[in-house]
């Protein structure tokens, strides 16, 4: 099978959204749910925009903000999309990119564990949004069970330091509200995720 | 509300000097003057420039000199018998030792396992080479010139005495892609 990343788009010079640091955003192709808020639904569907690159290419790609990760704890976030359906082109990616850029993952955790486990080696830091931990409500809002979600929570906790994962709970409007996210946010502590790696925010509809 | 052209101008043009700040911290450390200056354009803003970008490539070929100057460094510590540890840690590389070969360490590197290179450059598996980094720029795609001693690319063993190769593709290699 190839490598190669199907690619939406590249975008730099990123602060303070994607982790620490100046990060670059490389939004891969592919996404299991349906989430009608989506940010970059209009970009998944379009499939001009496509663009097949392999991690070797990509890395030189990027490589232009090398001095920004270096210097900023910055790095790598792939997004989307759900990246977790390539990840075994992350693992390339991760094998040739210099060590100093950080690499962090944007996603919903909704894929089989197998696709996860590879990337649970330190290398790689997670920025989950949840959506919501009410299966009802999850199903509602993304169309899937998150079943699956919970599950790659609990080994996430259970093989990951605390400073590699952040858990992000999205009020999302006319679909959670406020007791909704104390609800989720109380679940993820009855796994064993603390406050400090908790996050919650609000879903912003652009029209 | 999606935002106007002139929102976007806007925090584009934030973005810019935020990150010209940066560099200007980058350089300072690095010890490169960077010649800046402040921006005159008048036009939307993308948040990038041909200057900003010619600035960044400064910076990320100070951060390689820098590196290399360091690796070399500790070539020079490992090769005079100082340390007799079996593994030679490049700094901010990847390198996997091989075999110990007289208390010198054999370093075989590809270079897309060089942390801190800016640029994936192509390059052969190098064999039974020794010691620390040289850099390279070929004139031709028929030779390399390193340090005074010529290398034919031709032969399977590279000739070099105590050097990592790192090459830089050629222009007529660059065309063949």
Redesign the interface.
């Known amino acids: 099978m190839s490598k190669d990343f199907a690619m939406l788009a590249i975008n730099?010079?990123r602060?303070q959204t994607d982790g620490k640091g100046?990060t670059t955003l490389v939004a891969l192709a592919g996404c299991p749910l349906s989430c009608p808020y989506c940010i970059n639904q209009d970009l998944l569907k379009d499939t001009k925009l496509l663009e097949y690159i392999s991690p070797?290419d990509l890395?030189?790609r990027l490589?232009?903000?090398?001095?920004?990760f270096?210097?900023?704890g910055g790095g790598v976030t792939f997004g989307g999309g759900e990246p977790l359906l390539q990840a075994e082109s992350i693992l390339e990616f991760a094998?040739?990119c210099?060590?100093?850029w950080n690499i962090n993952i944007e996603t919903s955790l909704n894929v089989p564990f197998k696709q996860l486990e590879p990337l649970l080696n330190g290398r790689f830091s997670f920025i989950i949004d949840i959506k919501a931990m009410q299966p009802e409500i999850y199903k509602g809002y993304t169309g899937l069970e998150n079943t699956q979600v919970i599950d790659n929570l609990r080994e996430i906790y259970k093989r990951l330091p605390k400073d590699k994962y952040v858990v992000k709970v999205p009020f999302i409007p006319e679909y959670s509200d406020e007791e909704c996210v104390r609800s989720s946010v109380e679940m993820l502590e009855e796994i064993g995720i603390e406050k400090e790696n908790i996050l919650t925010f609000e879903y912003v509809i652009?029209? | 509300m999606k935002k106007s052209r002139e929102e976007l101008d806007r925090l584009h043009k934030e973005k810019c000097r935020e990150l010209k700040k940066v560099r200007a911290q980058i350089a300072a450390d690095l010890g490169v003057d960077l010649k800046q200056r402040e921006c005159t354009y008048e036009g939307y803003c993308s948040g990038t420039c041909p200057k900003c970008k010619s600035e960044e490539m400064m910076l990320n070929l100070a951060i390689m000199k820098r590196q290399m100057e360091s690796a070399d460094m500790k070539r020079r510590v490992a090769t005079a018998g100082i340390t007799t540890a079996a593994a030679l840690s490049l700094t901010g590389c990847n390198a996997t030792t091989t075999t110990t070969l007289e208390g010198d360490v054999e370093v075989v590197p590809t270079v897309e396992e060089l942390s801190g290179d800016v640029e994936i450059l192509p390059s052969p598996e190098v064999e039974d080479i020794q010691g620390g980094i040289a850099y390279i720029e070929s004139e031709s795609s028929s030779e390399e010139i390193v340090e005074g001693m010529l290398v034919a690319p031709e032969t399977e063993e590279w000739e070099l005495a105590g050097d990592i190769v790192i090459l830089e593709e050629t222009e007529e290699e660059k065309g063949n892609e």
């Open positions: 730099r010079h602060m100046i070797t890395v030189e490589a232009i903000d090398h001095c920004y270096l210097y900023t094998k040739v210099p060590k100093e652009v029209h």
